[in-house]
């Protein structure tokens, strides 16, 4: 197997505001326009349609899996804005399609936790403002694999070669995108 690296992204992480002082948020919300309304990865994208979406911080993890593990990415992405409770936040936008998410749990907590149920109470469902948001944007993303059985490396044309890339991004401020 060529050496290969699983993403190329920027990652950020947004403590909670009871940890903070209050000019840093507590994103609690994400909206974007790319593939959805489910996770999607590079080979794992022909059932999402392309649209806008909106969903809560906590629920872009699957606890369904059995094993603590990547979940919640969106492929496609035109932009993704990352909103606190009045809507304010930050659009992260690119020139050409990115993927992206925004977990409750960083990508150490997924190596580190078993089960996806262990992960729930780091979630803070119910008090979003105790967390902390792990937000990835990623120029590309290495597929899943597992074709003929969990464990196989994805197909070569979902491999990411280990070799220099540009990401051109641009980031911004948004303000009252409640809708």
Avoid at 104 to 129: G, I, Q, W
Avoid at 141 to 164: C, D, F, H, N, R
């Amino acid at each position: 197997m060529p050496a290969a690296c699983p993403r190329r992204s920027i990652s950020s992480a947004s403590a909670c505001a009871s940890r903070c002082p209050a000019s840093i948020p507590t994103w609690i919300s994400s909206a974007c326009f790319g593939l959805g309304p489910w996770e999607n990865y590079a080979d794992r994208h022909s059932a999402a349609l392309l649209g806008r979406y909106r969903q809560r911080v906590e629920d872009q993890y699957h606890y369904g899996y059995v094993r603590a593990q990547e979940s919640g990415t969106h492929t496609g992405m035109r932009w993704m804005n990352i909103l606190d409770e009045s809507g304010t936040g930050l659009k992260l936008c690119a020139p050409t399609p990115f993927s992206a998410s925004a977990l409750p749990f960083s990508l150490e907590d997924l190596d580190t936790h078993v089960h996806s149920l262990e992960l729930k109470a780091k979630a803070h469902e119910n008090e979003r403002s105790r967390g902390t948001t792990y937000v990835h944007m990623d120029l590309a993303q290495m597929g899943v694999g597992g074709i003929t059985s969990w464990g196989t490396w994805p197909l070569k044309e979902y491999l990411l070669p280990a070799k220099p890339y540009d990401f051109v991004f641009t980031l911004s401020p948004v303000f009252d995108d409640v809708r």
